[in-house]
């Protein structure tokens, strides 16, 4: 510590008087980061959340582009190129894609280069064939498009099913809101396996009916967010105000309640996604799948498993991209969480 | 009187996600027996940091720089003197916290463990500190509780926390720091989230106790009626420093420190007459992670010297109890006197208590 | 609390009823009937139908049908094994599925609270970011990767454990299966644990229960635990969902005889009576589940047992 007379010397005589020109007590505004633009910088920061991001953007373009990429159609069969390992033309010694097929005799691996012996050395297909021939890349690729459209209508069954059912349940509360809430807790006391196995039982497999049982199930989890924070929001100040003035309910659900909870009703999307899509892969894998010879990722993996020890590539590759694709839609929900509401509770 | 407490240049500062913050930066002060010191600041002045290290509560990303905190107490007729600072945080557990230092915090809603009985918090610590039996822990809870002013204690044992109302739940919270009859007890903003009529009951609760105990009492508060009715010594913090410290008279009807002018002109009087506009210190306290050169205060000072912007001032001493850090006081500042409207509420202060006396 | 329970018991037993009510319109809207074998003359199936009861009113067949399915009479299955009652089929198959079911939520119960509450004191340390790597993961993959992954490496290439399921040498044969179906609830468990450790940890009463200077064991264990599990019972719920889907599938990848891979043998068969009731029996799991996960709540939180007493009287 210094002494007084430490302290005394750092300050002259001359600089005993009144401060001048000081802007004296102007509050310092801290620059303004809007909600959205906070939002962005942590997510930007979140490394698994950009992750997730960019893999997903990298699956979408694959599920596109990959199918014409391949050169080949998903449906194509060519009796002659059977299980065929994966191989990319040229690649012969590469420690991938070599078209080496390794088959375990007594745990011995004997390995053999299929294309070399078929001489077809020029011929690429870089996840492999399946027991029809078909090429897998373009058959995973157009998988995943199913995958995505599931994804697209869990969405939109979460905004358009989902939210108004929570709004409409919290904003008008009393009796509506009782029979609704009542209607959500039986629904939600049935799981969800048991609906979906049921429906399409009854209907046919296919992509409707996967699509109805979605519609069915996706979309409690949403209403209940939504009607939470709109029961939060509809005793706040500014939404009273405007209900003062007058302002007509319409008006007061999307310009006061829905800019508010908008955050919540995102992330509550990105947390559906991976749902939807575990519910059609797990549907195909039991059998009630979109019907061959469309493939979805889940009836790949089906397909592949029941040659699992002879061919593991044929599961290998759609597992990887399902696996990806849900693990890049978990990082980028959380991501969206902590970005928009960095306290709001895990769900 | 006896010295209890003596801090020394204490200095805490903790790492945040702009950078650091230096939330305590020298504090010096003493609390003696049976005293009650209030420490006085805006949110963010490093009050309540302080008197949390005082309780060794140092959350992970804090980090003492420096300084001592010496307490003295008698242990089996010796008087035996301790730095709290170099102690573990398992001895703290074991020697101080609740046997000698407790703590009443500032909202009683959230502060008592809503999964047990507001008994077993209460005989918790008496059981593990002074090994009582279940049974007399019981009849001391009680006979606590009862001393808090809580009806029909035996009942109320059995309660938990959220079946109270907020004024008996912060009534249980000074049972359970009184519990092992501590020594000092700091209570953070022990009232501002109860209803006013209930924070007057509190405040004399916990003076009849003083009275009763001889206990020292640190309060930390914003609200400078609440230092009025019970302070003996006021410290007034800004920006992790002491600003102005003496006896409430000296603070009350003496002050020295601009920002101690600021505090006491924004405070309501309902009996002032005249009808001036309530008084606001214009600004707001600086950002602890890159603090000005100079007084952390001048910018805001209506009075500030050139020498504020320069170099922060040191602890003047004005007499025996009083001391301020303004370089107001410097022999070579010019004479700056108080505001008027202030200086005309103190005087109607001191005669009114004059007539009332 | 005793108009709380009620409360959840009416939901549960209106829940069961309209589950019956609605595989009881399936059963009625399957094509055809059960006696469509063409060598049944038309009396003879009109005596079938009367012996069956299905000549009565509909109502009256509904209740008839509570009653079967309430007292645990499935009928027959048609096609799986052709005239086995259903009861029996499930009988046999009920306990390896609930065995496999009931070690997978310990087992993840178990590691998940560990990792979460090691996480949380730990806090962005080593074994936090394993914890959060391990329980992203956990909840992002299906069962069924684990599962095939475990079943092709562990299983065929290295030989430890049985491929497929032997009833000869059971408690071997479902390590994989436990392992693959816990790896959801250890990681639901274990991101939850932290979640709610960290929120207690820093909360007031944690702090005034420092103050009064009690034991660090005592301070983590009685008040920091006891606050931060009460809320993990509710991700039970979840987790019995979860896990009984991916039984379905992890019990076809390792051959398991449960109910799970009846369910989709019935399904893929076809096999109408018995895919009704292996869903009337899951259905009747998961709300049993629900019931005692919603009343273990209101028991263990003073918050819902005393209000709701104090709002009943």
């Given at each position: ?55 997903i ?30 191989h ?72 358009f ?42 209907m ?22 939504t009607r ?112 928009f ?7 | ?131 009582l ?28 926390p ?26 953070d ?16 609760l ?7 105990t ?132 103190i ?11 | ?24 319109t399936m ?71 609930i ?17 979460g ?67 959801f609830?250890?990681a639901?468990?274990?991101?939850f ?85 292996v ?35």
């Amino acid at each position: 510590m210094m002494t007084a007379k430490e302290y005394a010397s750092l300050v002259e005589r001359e600089d005993f008087v009144p401060a001048q020109n000081r802007d004296l007590g102007i509050d310092k505004v801290y620059s303004a980061q809007s909600f959205w633009k906070d939002a962005l910088g942590r997510f930007v920061k979140n490394r698994g959340a950009v992750f997730g991001l960019v893999m997903i953007v990298l699956i979408v373009v694959m599920a596109f582009a990959g199918p014409t990429l391949s050169g080949y159609d998903y449906r194509t069969q060519d009796m002659s190129q059977r299980n065929l390992p994966p191989h990319i033309a040229g690649w012969e010694s590469a420690p991938i894609f070599s078209g080496v097929y390794t088959q375990y005799v007594n745990g011995e691996p004997i390995r053999s280069n299929v294309y070399t012996q078929k001489g077809i050395e020029d011929v690429t297909h870089i996840f492999g064939t399946d027991a029809l021939g078909r090429d897998q890349f373009a058959r995973t690729w157009t998988g995943t498009r199913v995958s995505l459209y599931v994804a697209l209508v869990a969405i939109l069954i979460d905004t358009f099913v989902g939210m108004s059912f929570g709004l409409v349940s919290g904003y008008y509360g009393g009796k509506l809101d009782f029979f609704l809430q009542r209607i959500v807790e039986i629904l939600s006391t049935i799981p969800t396996t048991v609906i979906v196995t049921l429906l399409i039982v009854v209907m046919k497999p296919g992509l409707t009916s996967i699509t109805v049982a979605l519609m069915i199930t996706e979309w409690i989890g949403m209403s209940r967010v939504t009607r939470a924070q709109t029961l939060r929001l509809k005793e706040r100040e500014f939404v009273l105000a405007s209900r003062t003035l007058g302002e007509n309910t319409f008006s007061i659900i999307f310009r006061e309640i829905l800019p508010n909870i908008f955050g919540q009703i995102i992330v509550m999307c990105m947390m559906t996604i991976p749902n939807a899509i575990f519910t059609e892969a797990f549907l195909a894998f039991i059998g009630l799948g979109i019907p061959a010879p469309l493939a979805s990722l889940g009836s790949l993996i089906s397909d592949g498993f029941k040659s699992m020890t002879m061919y593991p590539f044929l599961v290998l590759f759609p597992v990887t991209v399902l696996a990806l694709l849900m693990l890049s839609f978990n990082l980028m929900a959380d991501g969206l969480r902590d970005a928009f509401d960095p306290k709001m509770k895990e769900m | 009187m006896e010295k209890t407490l003596t801090i020394r240049d204490l200095r805490i500062s903790f790492q945040a996600s702009g950078g650091t913050v230096r939330a305590v930066r020298g504090v010096d002060l003493d609390l003696y027996q049976g005293e009650t010191l209030a420490i006085v600041g805006e949110s963010g002045s490093g009050k309540s940091v302080t008197v949390k290290a005082i309780m060794g509560i140092v959350s992970s990303n804090q980090i003492v720089e420096g300084g001592t905190i010496l307490y003295r107490c008698r242990e089996k007729d010796e008087w035996t003197e301790r730095d709290l600072l170099r102690l573990s945080r398992r001895e703290m557990r074991r020697h101080i916290n609740g046997t000698h230092i407790a703590m009443v915090f500032q909202d009683p809603m959230t502060s008592l463990d809503p999964t047990m009985t507001i008994g077993m918090q209460l005989m918790e610590g008496m059981i593990q500190h002074l090994h009582l039996s279940r049974a007399l822990a019981r009849r001391r809870a009680i006979e606590l509780l009862e001393l808090v002013g809580i009806p029909e204690a035996e009942k109320r044992m059995r309660n938990y926390p959220h079946q109270l109302s907020g004024g008996m739940r912060q009534r249980v919270v000074i049972a359970i720091a009184l519990s092992c009859s501590p020594d000092i007890l700091i209570c953070d903003e022990p009232t501002t989230a109860l209803d006013v009529t209930i924070q007057a009951k509190i405040l004399e609760l916990i003076q009849e106790i003083q009275r009763k105990t001889g206990i020292s009492v640190i309060y930390i508060t914003h609200d400078l009626g609440v230092v009025a009715k019970v302070a003996d010594y006021v410290a007034v913090m800004y920006a992790g420093r002491i600003a102005e410290k003496g006896t409430v008279e000296d603070i009350f009807y003496d002050p020295r420190h601009p920002y101690t002018w600021g505090l006491l002109s924004s405070m309501p009087d309902i009996s002032d007459e005249s009808s001036e506009r309530l008084y606001t210190i214009p600004g707001s306290p600086p950002s602890m992670v890159d603090l000005p050169a100079g007084d952390p205060f001048a910018p805001r000072n209506a009075y500030a010297l050139e020498a504020d912007f320069k170099a922060e001032p040191p602890m003047f001493q004005i007499s025996q109890t009083h001391f301020a850090a303004s370089w107001l006081l410097d022999e070579r500042a010019p004479k700056v006197a108080m505001p008027d409207s202030l200086r005309r509420r103190i005087e109607s202060m001191r005669g009114g208590e004059r007539t009332d006396g | 609390m005793f108009k709380y329970v009620l409360k959840r018991v009416l939901i549960s037993v209106v829940t069961v009823l309209i589950i019956l009510a609605v595989l009881f319109t399936m059963l009625h809207s399957m094509p055809g009937s059960p006696f469509n074998d063409e060598k049944i003359t038309a009396v003879q199936r009109a005596n079938l139908e009367a012996k069956y009861g299905l000549d009565k009113p509909l109502p009256v067949q509904f209740v008839n049908y509570l009653k079967a399915m309430l007292s645990g009479d499935f009928g027959v299955s048609y096609v799986i094994q052709k005239n086995m009652p259903i009861a029996s089929l499930l009988r046999a198959r009920i306990m390896v599925s609930i065995r496999i079911g009931v070690q997978a939520v310990a087992l993840g119960t178990l590691i998940g609270l560990l990792m979460g509450i090691v996480a949380a004191m730990k806090r962005n340390s080593f074994l936090d970011t394993f914890a959060t790597v391990v329980s992203v993961i956990g909840v992002a993959f299906p069962s069924y990767v684990f599962a095939m992954a475990m079943s092709y490496f562990i299983g065929f290439r290295l030989g430890w454990l049985p491929l497929l399921y032997s009833t000869a040498d059971a408690a071997r044969s479902t390590v994989m299966p436990t392992i693959s179906l816990s790896m959801f609830s250890m990681a639901t468990v274990a991101r939850f644990a932290r979640t709610e450790m960290v929120e207690v940890m820093g909360s007031d009463y944690m702090l005034l229960a420092d103050s009064k200077g009690i034991s660090s064991f005592r301070l983590l264990g009685v008040h920091g635990l006891r606050n931060a599990l009460i809320p993990i019972v509710t991700v039970l719920a979840p987790l019995t969902v979860e896990l009984m889907t991916g039984s379905l599938v992890v019990e076809q990848i390792f051959a398991i005889p449960g109910i799970g891979s009846l369910l989709v043998s019935a399904i893929q068969f076809n096999d109408y009576n018995v895919v009704l009731a292996v869903v009337f029996v899951y259905s009747i799991m998961f709300i049993s589940v629900m019931l005692i996960v919603d009343i273990l709540y209101g028991v263990i939180d003073p918050r819902i047992r005393l209000a709701k007493e104090d709002a009943s009287t």
